[in-house]
């Protein structure tokens, strides 16, 4: 128990509350493991093994493309090789969108190349015209209607690094809601400062939704180089881009989430769910995003699988399938185990790289935050904090939490994280073996003792669950 | 004079020999107005705004393309805007190299793109076919002749960082013989890890010649990450490749040596010599390599020119045509200037980035030694050590040292300059403008003592100069 970092006022409130008469408590025959086995996870490179296999041999795996096919079947057989128990994949049928080509331009008195990529979801089409740059998303949104009429948008917003990732929230909303924002306006096109934090030649792709009844114009993002180019270009006189995007959607596509599992020593049918997701964007080999995850819960549950007393649920590891595109395997994974809500004990995913964890929660309630403490202290000395106010389910596991199942989270330093997202640079070399490590470990623990835990974390089905 | 920093026997031997009876010195009233040019360059942002102004409004300038022409009438323009004497133009002529489009791909069971480059000269044409990696250019030449038949050559040489670029001696010479020899052996192409020691996807192009007599093919270098993948895709077991450049060489061009110069208080006709090259390869903007010796150059000498007092002698500024593809504009100018070496006094060239200088030196004979220990001085407050036993002509400066001018060194800290150097990546953003501004301060420090200096730095012509 960890109560001496709560606030005093929170604690009061903890220490005040009375006892469920089923509180959960972690057994001690399980925290008597739970040494060997964080010891033996800092000291395992399964993980790294299993991040290097998988963007060394399968490389970008863009959902719906030859390589996605080629991710489930090595998602498959890694598992087998693992030792998982059980192994299987379910479907998860989605829109299809292909890159071919991308191409930018300044035309003109300063005429150069520009460094970009097609966001997810982009038309295709060529398009030449002046660009009208905004300093962010609010300035393009307090342009009249029609006032960018054969002009291309141009959203010069740089996000900000945090480890905490919270810069993206701006971010990642000029890419979601800039093109839409545009095109109301008039634009013939879109380009915007890829949300991300480095300095390199390396723009940021990622998904993008035109809103319903608008007629979609190509949309791309600039590497920051090229933002900061463009944006000097504009500070001088009118500059006019052509942008040419060969890209878009071409119907449908079947992939798998693919699963494996522990079975568990006692009550098998119960699981801890853990797990990340299986596709890339195209650009990179997706190493932090998100085969780390992939290697680190692979890892942890075999990790758990090696001990010599099983927890009494099981683990079961998820290869999430097209998350990038709208958490399509999330989504079908929630749906398709929607009469089983209460049997997941809680749910992780691990997909926001490859840094170190520094804190813990769950969205557990009363009666299991003893629980979640507990599970807290067990972590502490991989130097991760327990943080009861904190947190939220990963993407894969929103539609699941949105049922009704109680999410952890493991939070990832994510300092340089949006250096490399979605880009050409996210590749094996930007990961760091020993903080992976500290990921597996941290994994193996929680889900070793959540799934040894007598009593539950309050997973229930929700009496209104809203549409995954 | 730093007598004190020569190692001891060095320090006996320079202090036994005789004085020549004309022994050259910086005046007193040279030295007298220095510091006060020293502390107004490192204030100055002239040097920073010609960068800023160079790879914005011109961007990439690969010799022969349409921006060489821009970038020649931009540096006409500059030198007159900033209030240079004189300005002219001196014609140089050279092969066109064209680069139009490049792909490669592992093809197979683990297929993805490869993020490469055509290595500069290098010729067109696909080629699809097994890899066979080498660990640096020696295991190449090792291997029999026509063993590498129908195959690909991978030389998977990484160099190193280090402050004086030492290690580009042996990456350089992978690209600049790798592709002869591999011909050799039998390949029917080429690919490099390239000569850089950054971890991104920005893969490093320069120049390359194939040996006379051999039928050349297609040479490419891998960024890093790519590199490390196909070494890793290798170990795995035999890996096919798919390389596909549309490059090569088309006719002639005509550029300039563009030179600005201020002219001198009493002795006009003879010249301190500084500058740069104007061109950059086609993947940046040329930032490092040499926007920033331009700025460093031009702003040298302006602020020079704005010293109450003129020197002796005259500053000259060479913006070079055509450094990237084999000195081309360094050759033509001391073509050009044959008639006229013992005019230069000094030449000096930028061409290592923007990173503090942190040494100095000159060719100069033993009469010029005290003069040249006297401008060492004057530098050590900017943080630069005398080096009398290092250093030698920057590229451009070759030709014309063959020829008997004598050479002048400002050595800049380039730990960081193959992270960037003929990479998309050589960007503004990469330069930071108070180590520019200590560049700037250190040129003007120099050739304003140099013009000054009475008596001369020993440059005379060779009996027998080498071809330029």
Not at 311 to 337: C, D, F, K, M, T
Not at 413 to 426: E, K, N, P
């Amino acid at each position: 128990m960890r109560i001496a970092l709560l606030a005093p006022a929170l604690a009061a409130a903890f220490l005040a509350a009375p006892a469920p008469a089923a509180e959960t408590r972690i057994p001690d025959a399980a925290l008597a493991q739970m040494g060997e086995l964080r010891t033996r996870a800092l000291a395992d490179d399964t993980g790294w093994k299993v991040v290097e296999s998988l963007t060394t041999e399968i490389g970008p795996r863009l959902a719906g493309s030859e390589a996605d096919a080629r991710a489930v079947a090595w998602a498959v057989a890694k598992f087998h090789a693992l030792g998982f128990d059980r192994v299987w994949s379910e479907p998860v049928t989605f829109p299809k969108w292909e890159r071919r080509s991308e191409h930018a331009a300044v035309v003109g008195a300063h005429a150069q190349p520009l460094a970009i990529t097609a966001l997810g979801g982009s038309v295709g089409g060529t398009v030449e015209a002046q660009v009208v740059r905004f300093p962010d998303l609010a300035a393009l949104e307090a342009a009249a209607d029609g006032s960018l009429a054969g002009r291309i948008a141009f959203v010069d917003f740089q996000m900000q690094a945090a480890r905490d990732g919270s810069g993206y929230r701006a971010g990642g909303a000029v890419r979601s809601r800039g093109p839409s924002v545009a095109i109301r306006k008039g634009a013939i096109g879109f380009l915007m400062r890829s949300a991300g934090t480095d300095n390199h030649r390396v723009p940021h792709t990622g998904i993008t939704r035109y809103d319903d009844g608008l007629e979609p114009v190509p949309a791309a993002a600039l590497s920051i180089p090229d933002a900061d180019q463009l944006a000097r270009l504009a500070a001088r006189g009118p500059v006019s881009v052509r942008l040419a995007l060969d890209c878009g959607w071409d119907g449908q596509y079947t992939s798998h989430n693919v699963i494996g599992q522990i079975t568990g020593r006692s009550r098998p049918q119960e699981v801890v769910l853990i797990g990340a997701h299986l596709d890339s964007w195209d650009l990179g080999t997706g190493a932090v995003d998100d085969a780390a995850g992939i290697g680190i819960t692979m890892a942890a549950a075999r990790l758990i699988a090696q001990m010599p007393r099983r927890p009494a649920r099981s683990i079961r590891v998820v290869a999430y399938a097209n998350e990038e595109q709208g958490l399509l395997g999330g989504r079908a994974y929630a749906q398709a185990h929607a009469d089983g809500i209460a049997l997941h004990q809680l749910a992780a995913e691990s997909d926001f790289g490859a840094g170190r964890i520094y804190a813990f929660n769950t969205g557990a309630p009363a009666h299991a935050r003893a629980a979640t403490a507990q599970i807290a202290g067990a972590l502490a000395p991989l130097g991760i904090a327990y943080a009861p106010d904190k947190g939220g389910p990963g993407p894969d596991i929103i539609p699941l939490a949105a049922r009704g199942v109680t999410w952890a989270w493991l939070a990832q330093d994510g300092s340089d994280y949006f250096h490399l997202h979605h880009t050409a640079d996210d590749t094996l070399d930007k990961i760091d073996p020993a903080a992976l490590a500290q990921n597996v470990a941290a994994y193996a623990v929680f889900a070793y003792l959540a799934a040894d835990a007598e009593g539950d974390f309050g997973s229930a089905p929700k009496a209104a669950s809203p549409a995954p």
